[in-house]
């Protein structure tokens, strides 16, 4: 019974306006996947166009660097889809099966992104490895041209998902995405130049090489904190212990037990505690203060609070026993 909730407003309570947004997308991370679908657009038409082109230039002109970009920019596009997919999905209503809507997809796209960002290091590194042993005389004023414009795409893609990048995992796949096919053509550009100075054709793979111990460096960031998310490890953002000694340093509560924290989505944290308040029900006010105080505090957005009055009703197994 004593199952209080956030979700009821209390009309006669003048924290009812505060509580509104409590429950929704209040802490300013949460409105991340609304703003971003222009940028994802934009993003995956820019850089299909740019793949073609790099590509086929590649092939051409035999720069490897060039084939190793375009190979990274078409995961680029699939990270894109992916990205802008579960950003979409994470704005679907709750229904009876998915009660929390479909916001976790944007953990499960964060990690696939890292996937593809993998398996674009092992396409790269299989045909540079072929280069090194066999060389070709790559075309360094090719490479210039065509890797200055991947720079101007990429960096113009990047920065549209920069402003998300802090507090949405997802957004930050398709950032550093982007980041690191920019980082991709300069790379590309120097070898070019190099190659021009020097002769050296050797440049061309050395530099493939570089490439891919940069995005593999990135790679291992997204990798590491979806699969934590995933395994609902409690978000970067929030400091569960601070999170306890507020719980616990409430007035009337006794102790503090079976408190979860988890991530629901890559912007949206949830809570569940059990709070021993010998003293009885503080009542609906009491809650949504909690509520309100995570929300503004902690960034946690979901929390459910069940009061008991005796520690030892939870052992009983039934709440009905605490009442």
């Keep these: 019974m004593g199952a209080g909730h956030n979700h009821h407003h209390g009309h006669d309570h003048d924290h009812d306006h505060h509580h509104g947004h409590s429950h929704g997308l209040g802490h300013g991370h949460s409105h991340a996947p609304k703003d971003f679908g222009r940028a994802f657009a934009i993003g995956i038409v820019l850089n299909t166009a740019f793949v073609i ?9 035999g720069s490897m660097a060039l084939v190793a970009d375009a190979g990274h920019n078409l995961s680029d596009v699939l990270g894109l889809l992916i990205a802008w997919g579960a950003s979409v999905a994470a704005k679907r209503p709750p229904s009876t099966r998915f009660t929390y809507g479909l916001k976790s997809s944007t953990i499960l796209a964060a990690f696939a992104n890292g996937i593809l960002l993998l398996i674009a290091i092992g396409a790269i590194l299989f045909e540079t490895v072929h280069r090194l042993i066999d060389p070709v005389e790559p075309q360094g004023w090719t490479m210039i041209w065509v890797a200055g414009i991947g ?3 990429n960096t113009a893609t990047a920065l549209m998902f920069m402003r998300g990048r802090k507090h949405d995992l997802n957004i930050r796949g398709a950032f550093l995405h982007m980041a690191a096919d920019a980082l991709v053509s300069v790379g590309v550009v120097i070898a070019g130049v190099a190659i021009l100075l020097t002769g050296y054709v050797v440049i061309d793979p050395l530099v493939s090489l570089l490439i891919v111990a940069v995005i593999a460096w990135g790679t291992w960031g997204l990798l590491k904190d979806s699969i934590r998310m995933g395994l609902l490890g409690v978000p970067d953002t929030v400091d569960s212990d601070s999170v306890r ?16 924290i988890w991530p629901m989505s890559t912007t949206e944290t949830a809570l569940t505690a059990h709070l021993v308040m010998p003293g009885g029900h503080p009542g609906d006010g009491f809650l949504r203060n909690l509520a309100e105080k995570l929300r503004h505090d902690h960034g946690i957005v979901h929390v ?3 009061v008991e009055q005796d520690r030892e009703c939870a052992s009983l197994g039934s709440e009905g026993d605490c009442t």
């Design 53 to 61: 082109v790099e590509a086929t230039y590649g092939f051409l002109s």
């Design 151 to 153: 720079i101007v795409i």
């Design 245 to 260: 000694d507020h719980l616990e340093g409430l007035e009337g509560v006794a102790a503090v037990h079976d408190l979860h």
């Design 304 to 306: 459910t609070v069940q």
